[in-house]
């Protein structure tokens, strides 16, 4: 058991909620394996968070860029030497392959160093101006507390990507992790704590959304809201941030697709496809879910893909030869199948996979198999909606110009991928893609922590994370001009 088993984060010190309740969360690959009691907290915990968070402010806004550098420094040195046990609890909460769960701690420390790099950086302008002897410049601020609302798929690296610069930025933090991976969130925090941090300047609260969230949401301490999840989740932070003026950084859900092009090397295609398509058991924002094939090569493609897809080892994540872990969750299972349950009633060809696996290895776990359609039509909702699980529809075209309208023609722009040798179309594609992110003989789901992460429509909102924006977003600009003669 750990320290914070049943407990929140708050001004410095462990504390169990309010209230005095919990819940528990269990192991998607062995339901009946508690993973952990977490603090169900509410809007009592919420406004205890905020309290701390803006006490702290002040002193940590007062340090210099390099003073909060050496506490970041401290938990960036601490995560890289406990990389294997933080992989371990991902894995065990989420689900995912643990080589995908270490490369996401990984990734994690990527992030955490390049934006504590960004914070040292973090500068304004000098510049001149008509009035003599006048000096004018401008400098980027912190905002306040703010609140940071992280998801389950990537448990760890998303809270890396958005806390660092918010605390390089001299800004001080409410965590909210999701609901069935708050060890994670919780671990990430103590990482934190143990830095060496002010009380107050991290706070991390548990609890289902709907009350915990909407508090610190709507709250008008807080004076930014970064989030990472659903698009109608995210449409209502929007909505409830905007009653104080409060900024919003919205990464929300993708429907992404890769165009594939008769030129293509079908083997860099498949590899890349599948890759994306089932990792994390397509649970990413960017998994890939729609193949946009021409119709002279979507035959071979197709029956590649159905192979690749049936070879993968569907296994506990923990498992030497996992190829695919399990779904995060019974609703989740729930949720999925019932989309290929759609899929099905629509009219698509269900080619492989379709069903929750059964079995021994799989009878107490949220098992399904890589499923893949084809004779998809560009109106089916398995085309159109996101499914967040491992289903790839087929969607066969004739020509470029119609891959690339079809590629556009849904609500969402995260991610999107385009197979070909051919420069020309290749470039005509990235510049006429409605995406945030757009790859050409790459998966979907490839990003840098150099470069923002964000989408377009209803994929994402206000300026996106990581990159040189990830700072920006979590600072205020001011211009002073002083007349010293």
């Not at 150099?450 to 377009?456: K, T």
């Amino acid at each position: 058991m750990s320290g914070f088993d049943g407990k929140n984060f708050i001004g410095g010190s462990w504390r169990p909620a309010a209230s005095g309740r919990t819940f528990e969360q269990r192991n998607p690959a062995f339901l009946h394996e508690i993973t952990g009691t977490f603090a169900d907290s509410s809007p009592a915990d919420a406004d205890s968070a905020i309290a701390a968070a803006q006490a702290a402010f002040p002193a940590w806004r007062a340090l210099s860029s390099l003073a909060r550098k050496a506490y970041l420094d401290r938990a960036l040195r601490a995560m890289i030497a406990r990389r294997d046990e933080i992989a371990a609890v991902i894995t065990r909460e989420n689900g995912k392959a643990l080589r995908e769960a270490r490369g996401e701690v990984d990734s994690a420390i990527k992030e955490m160093d390049y934006q504590i790099a960004e914070g040292v950086r973090l500068c304004g302008q000098t510049v001149p101006v008509e009035v003599a002897g006048t000096l004018a410049y401008s400098t980027r601020e912190a905002l306040g507390p703010v609140a940071i609302v992280t998801p389950w798929n990537f448990p760890f690296n998303v809270p890396c990507r958005k806390c660092t610069p918010a605390l390089m930025g001299g800004n001080t933090v409410v965590l909210k992790p999701a609901s069935l991976t708050p060890r994670t969130g919780l671990l990430f925090t103590e990482l934190l704590a143990e830095s060496g941090l002010p009380p107050g300047v991290i706070n991390c609260i548990t609890g289902a959304g709907g009350s915990v969230g909407a508090a610190l949401v709507g709250d008008a301490r807080i004076k930014a809201v970064s989030f990472t999840g659903s698009t109608p989740v995210g449409k209502s932070i929007q909505l409830a941030a905007a009653k104080n003026l409060t900024p919003a950084q919205l990464e929300l859900g993708g429907k992404n697709p890769a165009i594939v092009l008769p030129d293509a090397d079908l083997d860099v295609a498949v590899a890349e496809i599948v890759r994306g398509a089932f990792a994390c058991s397509g649970q990413w924002c960017t998994s890939t879910s729609r193949v946009i094939v021409l119709e002279e090569i979507a035959d071979e493609l197709t029956k590649r893909l159905v192979a690749a897809a049936q070879a993968l080892a569907v296994r506990d994540g923990t498992a030497e030869d996992c190829g695919m872990g399990p779904v995060c969750g019974a609703k989740q299972k729930a949720d999925i199948l019932g989309w290929i349950a759609k899929g099905r009633d629509e009219g698509a060809r269900l080619l492989t996979g379709g069903a929750a696996l059964a079995g021994e290895d799989y009878d107490n776990g949220c098992f399904i198999a890589p499923t893949v359609f084809d004779r998809v039509t560009p109106a089916m909702a398995i085309a159109r909606e996101e499914i967040f699980g491992p289903v790839l529809a087929i969607i066969t075209v004739r020509t470029f110009e119609e891959a690339v309208e079809v590629a556009n023609d849904v609500a969402y722009g995260l991610s999107s991928s385009i197979f070909t040798n051919d420069l020309k179309r290749a470039l005509t594609y990235m510049e006429r893609a409605e995406v945030g992110l757009a790859h050409v003989n790459l998966m979907t789901a490839l990003k840098e922590p150099q470069l923002s992460f964000g989408g377009v429509k209803q994929s994402g909102a206000g300026l996106p994370e990581a990159g040189s924006s990830g700072i920006e977003f979590f600072t205020q600009h001011k211009v002073c001009y002083v007349k010293y003669r």
